[in-house]
């Protein structure tokens, strides 16, 4: 069947909705096989959606890493409308999902791209991602190294990871190449990581 995590996804497609509730408003999400959570929306996404940070009024540019078909784009578009939203995977399948469903809200501040189409010299204010765990360690952490390189310099992430797969150790990791790193919450087996420059 593949891994969410692949540029094209082998396995047959299969269109089907999912609802995103939150207590600022609920959406309906398309999904389909092949994307990341395509049958619900992620606990983990939830969480961060639910505990992350309050919209800041000035930020521009906000990044979304691994944004599947789009539960966080969407819900960062639609609360900071000030805010170009860029949302980026490396799946070309979620990325026609994210692009749909931003469509499909009239949500024109989300800009859909491959990680390597995303401009050169793009700084943004803050990252959300619910990372993609299982591509591995070592490649996990050439892309947060690669993004979290991209924030200004008082600019934040929030990462969401489960503690079954290495939310500690990679909390660690990120204080050993000289990121702070905060806990903002632990519940429903994840771990919701505040990131910032030292």
């Known amino acids: 069947?593949?891994?969410?995590?692949?540029?094209?996804?082998?396995?047959?497609?299969?269109?089907?909705?999912?609802?995103?509730?939150?207590?600022?408003?609920?959406?309906?999400?398309?999904?389909?096989?092949?994307?990341?959570?395509?049958?619900?929306?992620?606990?983990?996404?939830?969480?961060?959606?639910?505990d992350g940070p309050e919209p800041t009024p000035g930020d521009q540019h906000l990044l979304d890493v691994g944004c599947g078909y789009g539960p966080?784009?969407?819900?960062?578009?639609?609360?900071?409308?000030?805010?170009?939203?860029?949302?980026?995977?490396?799946?070309?399948?979620?990325?026609?999902?994210?692009?749909?469903?931003?469509?499909?809200?009239?949500?024109?501040?989300?800009?859909?791209?491959?990680?390597?189409?995303?401009?050169?010299?793009?700084?943004?204010?803050?990252?959300?991602?619910?990372?993609?765990?299982?591509v591995g360690k070592a490649v996990l952490h050439e892309i947060l190294q690669q993004w979290l390189a991209r924030l200004s310099p008082a600019g934040s992430a929030h990462l969401v990871v489960q503690k079954h797969l290495g939310a500690d150790s990679l909390h660690r990791w990120l204080e050993t190449e000289g990121w702070a790193v905060d806990r903002r919450a632990s519940r429903k087996a994840f771990r919701l990581l505040d990131v910032t420059r030292p």
């Open 72 to 134: 966080i784009a969407c819900t960062l578009a639609r609360r900071n409308p000030q805010a170009t939203v860029w949302a980026i995977d490396v799946n070309g399948r979620a990325r026609d999902l994210c692009q749909a469903n931003a469509e499909a809200r009239g949500l024109d501040n989300i800009r859909v791209h491959a990680p390597e189409d995303v401009p050169a010299d793009l700084m943004v204010d803050r990252i959300w991602s619910n990372p993609p765990i299982r």
């Open 1 to 50: 069947m593949g891994q969410y995590f692949e540029s094209d996804p082998a396995v047959k497609s299969q269109i089907q909705a999912v609802e995103l509730v939150l207590p600022d408003g609920s959406i309906e999400l398309t999904t389909d096989r092949g994307v990341f959570s395509a049958d619900r929306v992620d606990g983990g996404t939830k969480l961060l959606l639910l």
